[in-house]
């Protein structure tokens, strides 16, 4: 069977694939981290978006095989190494951001993306850049509070459309 | 999915190499071919991955004006120049971020999807599709639904598009999917306006000629009022009948000819 590596949340990993492996599956079955999740498998929920190369992808719709020689981060390289949350994170937990707590992996890693790009995010800009996300529980409304509030913005502007 | 062996070549003359082989089957971003892979809608014996090809990627103006975009450039690099601003604002809009971070101007011809974007916009700008073998111009290039003029194994390497004098995308966004139910590219050329039309018919993309004449003399809305598509070759399914699409590519080609100025 093929050998794959690349570097996952700082540290090197490898392990054996096939071609139809998917990244999202050698993160979780190989490597053990299950923060990523699968809502749909179609492309369509975006739980399971991860960092390949600093650019937020779908884990479910890219091949391991891809990511040979690639950075990538996940959730759980999101956290500091002592457990502590990042910006995000915290605003997440802050303004009430997650509900059964399904999506937040990957309306993290879109929401951190985001603000690498755009620091200051309007309002409508951060729901624009969530297209993929979708959310069963919390009607949005707090997950873009939080992205407010992680990039020094005031939350309190936030419309319920 | 069932299982396939995978190749990472980095020259476009080791891919065709590698696709020459029986079954096998280009990757670009898999933003439709791994999808498809998990229905068991396609089953390649090999997947000959296209994202290791500097040369396939990347962005430039040639001597003659024109956008060349190499064939395996993401929508958020193409989203992203600014020599051409209507494809900017089309690429800007394919699905969703993550979306645009993986799929490619050549996978989105190539696939055809008759409610894709890029088609629309490589008719209306007139553009010539390079292939590894031959140069094929957008006219010739779409054939029918998910139908084009490449080969078995041929890729395209490179995309030039002329840039108009005046141009615009409108899309009515099928909100589940994000794909068109309709899109509208309208481009006024030094030499007459062509309008191409994504999403509404059963052929695929299609140029809608009598728009193209009327807006050739007159460039404005007002040039097509109470026009609309013929509504005999319309997609009808639970999203809307063909009658409303062909309304709304009468609404899309006016609203696209605002937005143009
Ligand atoms: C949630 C979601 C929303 C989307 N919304 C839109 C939208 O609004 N508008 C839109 O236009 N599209 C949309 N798409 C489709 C997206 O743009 C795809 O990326 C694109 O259609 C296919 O490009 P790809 O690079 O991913 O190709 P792949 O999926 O890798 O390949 C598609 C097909 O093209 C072939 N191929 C790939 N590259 C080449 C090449 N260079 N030469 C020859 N053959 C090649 C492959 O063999 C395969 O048959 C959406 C997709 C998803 C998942
Ligand atoms: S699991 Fe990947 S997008 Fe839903
Ligand atoms: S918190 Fe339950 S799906 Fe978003």
Request: aromatic residues 6%; contains cysteine.
């Amino acid at each position: 069977m093929p050998q794959v590596s690349m570097t996952v949340n700082g540290k090197a990993a490898s392990g054996e694939i096939e071609g139809r492996t998917l990244l999202v599956d050698f993160l979780r079955d190989n490597l053990g981290l299950t923060g990523t999740h699968v809502g749909c498998d179609t492309s369509q929920c975006g739980a399971c978006v991860v960092h390949v190369n600093g650019k937020d992808v779908k884990a479910c719709s890219v091949f391991a095989a891809e990511c040979e020689g690639a950075e990538v981060v996940t959730i759980e390289g999101m956290a500091g190494p002592d457990g502590s949350l990042n910006a995000v994170q915290q605003a997440f937990q802050d303004h009430h951001g997650l509900q059964c707590g399904f999506c937040t992996p990957g309306m993290v890693m879109t929401a951190a993306a985001l603000l690498q790009k755009n620091p200051k995010p309007s309002e409508s800009e951060i729901r624009d850049y969530l297209e993929g996300n979708i959310c069963r529980c919390t009607g949005y409304h707090n997950i873009v509070k939080a992205i407010m509030a992680a990039s020094g913005q005031d939350a309190g502007q936030v419309a319920a459309e | 999915m069932y299982a396939f062996d995978f190749e990472r070549p980095s020259t476009i003359a080791d891919a065709v190499k590698a696709l020459g082989q029986d079954d096998a089957q280009a990757l670009a971003g898999g933003q439709t071919l791994i999808p498809s892979l998990k229905q068991r809608l396609a089953m390649p014996s090999k997947l000959v991955s296209l994202a290791g090809i500097d040369e396939m990627r990347g962005i430039c103006v040639d001597d003659g004006g024109r956008v060349c975009i190499g064939g395996a450039t993401i929508h958020a690099d193409v989203a992203a120049q600014e020599h051409y601003p209507a494809l900017a604002a089309l690429a800007g809009n394919i699905g969703d971020p993550a979306v645009r971070n993986r799929g490619t101007i050549g996978g989105s011809l190539a696939n055809n999807d008759p409610s894709a974007c890029y088609p629309s916009a490589a008719l209306a700008s007139n553009a010539t599709i390079v292939t590894n073998t031959r140069e094929i111009a957008a006219d010739d290039f779409f054939t029918g639904l998910f139908e084009t003029a490449l080969e078995d194994g041929e890729i395209i390497t490179e995309v030039k598009l002329p840039v108009p004098e005046k141009a615009a995308y409108m899309k009515f966004e099928q909100p589940a999917s994000r794909f068109a139910l309709v899109g509208v590219f309208v481009a006024k050329h030094s030499d007459g306006v062509r309008v191409a039309v994504t999403g509404a018919s059963n052929g695929g993309v299609f140029r809608w000629t009598e728009a193209e004449e009327a807006l050739s003399s007159n460039f404005s809305a007002d040039a097509l009022e109470g026009m609309s598509a013929d509504a005999s070759n319309m997609i009808s399914d639970v999203h809307g009948s063909g009658a409303y699409r062909a309304h709304l590519t009468g609404v899309m080609a006016r609203r696209a000819v605002t937005a143009a100025g």
